[in-house]
């Protein structure tokens, strides 16, 4: 019966751990790593790395920009709030 108990309880860690790394962005800038909240759980982009990459080509990815990564790089001082509103008005231009 405990053995039965163990295995449901591991089998439900392990989905929830699943479902996590579906429903979030890792983006990771040499040692330091980001979590970013998607719409809807994908593998899409699950892992990303921002280490040299433009800024501009960070925000041209449709995925990444929906989620708030133009907020991330903000917060991180890559970009400026201007810079970032006219990053997602071109490309959610493109994207239409």
Do not use: C, W
Request: no cysteine; glycine share 6%.
């Amino acid at each position: 019966m405990l053995q039965t108990i163990k295995k449901y309880i591991l089998i439900g860690l392990l989905a929830y751990g699943a479902y996590f790394v579906l429903d979030h962005h890792f983006l990771f800038e040499g040692k330091k790593f980001y979590l970013l909240k998607k719409t809807e759980p994908s593998l899409e982009y699950t892992f990303f790395n921002m280490t040299d990459r433009r800024t501009e080509s960070i925000m041209k990815i449709d995925a990444l920009r929906q989620d708030g990564v133009g907020d991330l790089l903000v917060e991180l001082g890559k970009i400026t709030e201007e810079e970032k509103i006219i990053f997602e008005k071109k490309y959610n231009e493109q994207a239409q």
